[in-house]
């Protein structure tokens, strides 16, 4: 991120001061999260990463406007007074946007993806705090300074032919506006000739994109889900060695375990049924391998049968050890059934799993157990299949949340069809996108990247409003769509690469993790801010200029935008 800043950000002096502030408002939401009691998990640390790519944005916009601002010659108060009132609004609208895309995640039944979607919340709302109050303040200070200091202004400088900035007159402009040189560096000039570009051939990009979108809905249906949690955590990790080792010594399988409640644990009848049942799920099911539970240890004590009356059963218990007995036996009130599935659970997945364990119900009811005796099928694999289940299938749902509460809050803030509906098609393009990416690299859904659809909306409607509300200031100078589009991306264009750039490799963070869950998260969340920043500057300005345009014609407001583009 420092090189990125360095690199991208060179036209403003303090360069790397977003940093600064971002990690500020990073230990802010620690000081929150304290407060709020929001636990640390596997989960809500990978928030982290992603707090400093997205709150870094905020600081870049604040930092780039009353750049821009001085450079045109405006005191520091005024320059302020500037931004607070043209980028504050702006990025407070895309914090609200943001939010929204992030409130999807409180659907999720799971608490700690509920808690990663807390922290997000509170950090882009700390770091939005942080870049307002303190990174405009501390750049107003610095210019300041800067003009009464002569070694503090040589400092300023970010290069040797830039000096710090001087007040001057708007009127009496100097450097490349007189000497004829074109205004802005190559980046400023390929972002413009690239959003030209695209609005001059809109059917062409929309087709590629909508094409490109659907196919990746159709292939993200393909992309299968990670349910070996296993798989989550480093192979080489001591804990994991011992656990594969302890499995390959004392041959230990994986269970569905049975909880039989009974008003008489020492009822042969239910121990009888228990018999029966185990015997009849071997026999019958091809991916239950055997039984454990009480029974087998009462035969073997009794002759190879289970006694007729209870008070010899009760005998066999008070003669069982009691790590034994409080292995399958609970406060006479509940007893265990262990049903082996080997390793069905890394063959069957989670739709295979769901499916075994729904068949076991069904037996159950088929051969029901006596009379007031209730049977409850449980156990880490049953719970873990439900909990990647929930985490993962929902992410649909929480997906079209996002896009609801994201179009309904545009609705709400602009009252306006139009600047509602381009974010909100555009971030649906990528979302589109990422499913096809995820399925050509061969990336599994885990409980992480579950949740990538509630963060491309809130961090890709970010760059779409940020663009959005600066076409809409250009436009209320005069300028036409296209004339508002290409001022709107030169000048607020290098800022969101900045950002989008700083977001990219924050987040690419998360690739340096041990554990395959959140690397791989890191490497998705990578591609898809990178995305996200590629339908900002391709897709978004002809969907934008389009509807427009389109907009004034219908309103009986003359259009030139052809003839701008020839030109």
Same mark, same amino acid.
């Given at each position: 991120m420092i090189i990125v =800043?360095?690199? /991208?950000?060179?036209?403003?002096?303090?360069?790397?001061?977003?940093?600064?502030?971002?990690? =500020?408002?990073?230990?802010? $939401?620690?000081?929150?999260?304290?407060?709020?009691?929001?636990? +640390?998990? +596997?989960?809500?640390m990978s928030a982290f990463p992603i707090l400093v790519g997205l709150g870094i944005d905020y600081a870049i916009q604040f930092h780039n406007r009353i750049e821009e601002e001085l450079d045109k010659g405006e005191s520091e108060s005024e320059a302020v007074i500037e931004t607070i009132k043209h980028t504050g609004p702006a990025v407070f609208i895309a914090l609200i946007i943001t939010s929204l895309g992030f409130v999807s995640l409180f659907t999720s039944s799971v608490p700690m993806i509920q808690d990663f979607g807390k922290l997000l919340l509170i950090g882009i709302f700390m770091c939005f705090l942080a870049s307002l109050f303190v990174g405009v303040t501390v750049i107003y200070g610095l210019d300041t300074l800067g003009k009464k200091n002569r070694i503090f202004r040589k400092l300023a400088s970010i290069k040797p032919s830039i000096s710090i900035r001087k007040v001057k007159n708007k009127e009496n402009r100097t450097g490349n506006e007189i000497e004829g040189k074109p205004n802005g560096d190559s980046l400023e000039r390929l972002i413009e000739k690239t959003t030209m570009a695209t609005i001059k051939h809109p059917g062409i990009v929309l087709f590629l994109a909508i094409s490109l979108c659907l196919a990746g809905f159709y292939t993200d249906s393909q992309v299968p889900i990670q349910t070996d949690m296993k798989t989550f955590v480093p192979t080489d990790m001591p804990a994991l060695v011992d656990w594969n080792h302890m499995a390959d010594v004392l041959g230990g399988g994986v269970f569905l375990n049975l909880i039989i409640k009974v008003d008489d644990a020492a009822d042969p009848e239910v121990l009888q049924w228990m018999d029966e049942f185990s015997e009849h799920e071997v026999d019958a099911r091809s991916d239950i391998y055997g039984s454990d539970s009480i029974v087998p240890i009462v035969k073997e004590m009794n002759g190879g049968t289970i006694p007729d009356n209870r008070n010899e059963v009760q005998a066999i218990y008070d003669q069982l050890p009691e790590d034994v007995r409080n292995r399958y036996i609970y406060s006479n009130s509940m007893l265990l059934l262990n049903l082996d599935i080997g390793n069905a659970w890394e063959g069957?997945?989670?739709?295979?799993?769901?499916?075994? /364990?729904?068949?076991?119900? $069904?037996?159950?009811?088929? +051969?029901?157990?006596?009379?007031?005796v209730s049977v409850t099928i449980t156990g880490d694999t049953v719970t873990f299949t439900e909990v990647i289940s929930a985490l993962t299938t929902g992410r649909v749902a929480m997906t079209m949340l996002g896009l609801i509460m994201v179009f309904g809050g545009l609705v709400v803030i602009y009252r306006d069809w139009l600047k509602a509906f381009t974010p909100v098609i555009t971030m649906l393009m990528v979302i589109g996108w990422a499913g096809g990416v995820m399925y050509i690299m061969g990336i599994e859904y885990t409980p992480m990247t579950a949740t990538l659809g509630a963060l491309i909306l809130g961090v890709g409607s970010e760059y779409a409003v940020l663009m959005m509300e600066r076409y809409f200031e250009e436009k209320e100078k005069g300028h036409s769509p296209v004339e508002a589009m290409r001022e709107a991306s030169k000048k607020i264009g290098k800022a969101i690469i900045t950002s989008g750039l700083t977001t990219l490799f924050g987040f690419s963070a998360l690739i340096a993790s041990p554990f395959s869950m959140n690397s791989n998260f890191g490497m998705v969340t990578v591609i898809d801010v990178a995305l996200a920043l590629l339908a900002t500057f391709i897709v978004f300005p002809p969907v934008l200029v389009y509807l427009d345009s389109w907009r004034d014609r219908r309103m009986g407001i003359e259009v030139s935008e052809l003839k701008y583009i020839d030109h």
């Open positions: =800043l360095y690199l /991208v950000f060179r036209h403003v002096r303090w360069r790397l001061l977003p940093l600064a502030i971002v990690f =500020l408002g990073i230990i802010y $939401t620690f000081g929150v999260m304290g407060y709020v009691r929001i636990p +640390m998990s +596997m989960v809500s069957l997945g989670i739709k295979g799993m769901e499916e075994l /364990v729904k068949i076991v119900r $069904t037996d159950v009811m088929w +051969m029901p157990p006596p009379p007031d």
